[in-house]
């Protein structure tokens, strides 16, 4: 058995967070490593919470089911169900969170009740607005959050990311690999305001 | 570059597209939608290489493909779960009538209630309807056992189904090795069946007839399923040659000494394979073909190892009865000398297999001793 490095990533329907998990397991795929990216949903809609992975290992085998106990948690959304997003994450695992100076994210990272693990925030949703990334009045935060994943774990280099996302992602290209490379650098360690 | 990430559905239609079709007929349903999706947008860039269709219904889909395979047309067609069973009268229909078909069934749990989770009780429940059928562990076996079972399909004269999971194989992006378009169409070549129907030569297709006459096209039919195991076992060989891969009618992984198999279908024998190193001396069959249902097979690698116990992932369940596949193991083992035991181990529901639950299945064993049936729900 390889040793196995596993995300849940979590959202809400219309983030992307689905082709998120493929572009990210593309990328650590071009980098050397067999990467796998699912997803799960009920009927699909607008806002209602998504749940995907990504497994990672240098086997090609790896088991087929869902990750329980995961390395790496991801939320898209800070205002989803807390504990429902860290449940079994690993001791000195990574949380990571799109959250800026808002109330929502802060409350989130505030109300995470375990300490054993590294909390670290992106704003992604700033980001996103201020490249004008947004269907409507819902900001896509997608590759933002890539970037960020990126640079936390070092399983995907900003190159092989930006080529995963010129694959895979066709509208507004230019302005996606401006937010993929912020996303890189302006992720923070955060500590809980509260303990 | 021929390794690309893509989810079991876009190996599917890959495959399609590969191996060379003249007909796809499309009726889209979840988890496999994206099948025909990317089968249509192959065929949006002209790079099909044969006619796209889309109809009104799954019972539709099934009609158009007997249609234009009778006139001797290579098809395919895709669906799950619901739309399978909307099928069900045009399924014995395509398998009476001798025409080749490869249909793509993605297991989802038939309702009521609504519920898009992988129990194979869709597929299972064609079992007796005469498609011979293939259940695929992932994204790489979906794409070489389609192209492989064009030809099984062709030579045979009997439609094929190649099974495999909503969710943990559909959507599952991984690396799949993508054999190129001339090499995959010079393996498979052109169909080579005789066309039932032609331009200019009407006929009357399949009329009344009586059981006399029945009974002899059931048993030629029987007597066709038999050879698909040999068969898919020389045509694999041969894919082997080719593309450097391959699978067996079962794959095995069973080391000398070990006496406890688990055996699976479909994404879980993926698991198990996956988990077999923590698993204290077990091995694994993984069950490929189940219609016909490979007796020989099964029963050589057990006696051949001495298996004595054999603990079944079935995720599905006949009610009143049990899980499918290990119904279909304990008669085949039957007459053996020394037949194993049989555990069941029932995920109805299509509910996750993880590698905890495989190890309570094995520590379960020393505490518990020999157990017939267990639910897939009392090993979390």
Not at chain 1, 143 to 155: D, E, N
Not at chain 2, 41 to 52: Q, S, T
Not at chain 2, 90 to 105: D, F, K, Y
Request: charged content about 20%; hydrophobic content about 45%.
């Amino acid at each position: 058995m390889e040793e196995m490095f596993e995300f849940r990533l979590h959202g809400r329907g219309g983030q992307g967070i689905v082709v998120a998990a493929s572009i990210f397991a593309e990328a650590v795929f071009l980098d050397g490593n067999y990467a796998r990216a699912f997803s799960l949903f009920g009927a699909e809609r607008r806002g209602a919470p998504v749940t995907a992975f990504i497994r990672i290992s240098r086997d090609r085998l790896m088991p087929r089911s869902r990750i329980y106990q995961p390395d790496y948690v991801v939320v898209f959304d800070s205002s989803l169900a807390v504990e429902t997003s860290v449940a079994g994450l690993k001791e000195g695992g990574t949380l990571l969170v799109n959250a800026g100076e808002s109330e929502d994210g802060n409350l989130f990272i505030n109300t995470t009740r375990k300490n054993n693990y590294n909390i670290y925030a992106v704003d992604a949703t700033e980001i996103a607005w201020k490249y004008k990334l947004a269907i409507g009045s819902f900001p896509m935060v997608n590759t933002v959050m890539l970037g960020a994943m990126a640079s936390l774990s070092g399983f995907a280099s900003l190159e092989s990311l930006t080529n995963s996302i010129k694959k895979r992602v066709t509208a507004r290209l230019e302005a996606n690999i401006s937010a993929v490379s912020e996303g890189y650098e302006s992720v923070k360690e955060v500590k809980r305001l509260v303990t | 570059m021929p390794f690309e990430l893509m989810s079991g559905s876009q190996a599917a239609a890959v495959a399609v597209q590969r191996a060379g079709i003249d007909l796809v007929v499309a009726y889209p349903i979840t988890p496999q939608t994206a099948i025909v999706e990317t089968l249509a947008n192959f065929d949006a860039r002209g790079e099909l290489g044969g006619d796209f269709v889309s109809v009104e219904s799954e019972y539709a889909a099934l009609a158009c493909c007997y249609g234009a395979a009778a006139a001797g047309a290579r098809v395919f067609t895709a669906t799950a779960s619901h739309g399978l069973a909307y099928m069900h009268e045009m399924i014995h229909w395509c398998s009476g009538a001798r025409v080749p078909i490869v249909m793509a069934n993605v297991n989802r749990t038939i309702g009521a209630p609504w519920c898009l989770d992988p129990d194979q009780g869709d597929s299972l429940s064609q079992r007796d309807t005469g498609w011979l059928q293939i259940y695929c562990s992932g994204a790489q076996e979906v794409l070489d056992t389609i192209i492989q079972a064009f030809l099984l399909s062709e030579e045979l004269l009997l439609p094929c189904m190649v099974v495999f999971d909503g969710f943990y194989i559909s959507h599952t992006y991984e690396a799949v090795d993508v054999p190129e378009e001339d090499k995959a169409r010079a393996f498979v070549g052109k169909p080579s069946f005789k066309a039932q129907v032609r331009p200019g030569s009407p006929a009357n297709m399949h009329g009344l007839t009586t059981g006399d006459n029945q009974i002899h096209l059931i048993r030629e039919r029987h007597d066709a399923m038999q050879r698909a195991p040999g068969l898919l076992k020389s045509i694999n060989s041969r894919f082997m040659e080719t593309f450097e891969r391959g699978y067996d009618v079962i794959d095995s992984v069973i080391a000398p000494g070990v006496k406890t198999v688990i055996m699976a279908a479909g994404a879980t024998a993926e698991t198990v394979r996956w988990s077999l190193p923590g698993l204290n001396n077990t091995g694994l069959i993984q069950l490929r073909m189940f219609r016909p249902f490979p007796c020989e097979d099964l029963r050589s690698v057990i006696e051949a190892h001495g298996v004595e116990k054999v603990i079944v992932i079935d995720r599905n369940c006949s009610t009143g009865m049990g899980g499918i596949f290990a119904q279909e193991l304990r008669s085949a083992i039957y007459e053996m000398e020394n037949p194993p035991a049989v555990q069941d181990i029932i995920l109805a529901g299509g509910i996750d297999l993880t590698y905890e639950m495989l190890k309570k299945i094995i520590e379960q064993e020393k505490t518990e001793g020999h157990l017939e049936q267990t639910w897939g729900v009392d090993l979390r």
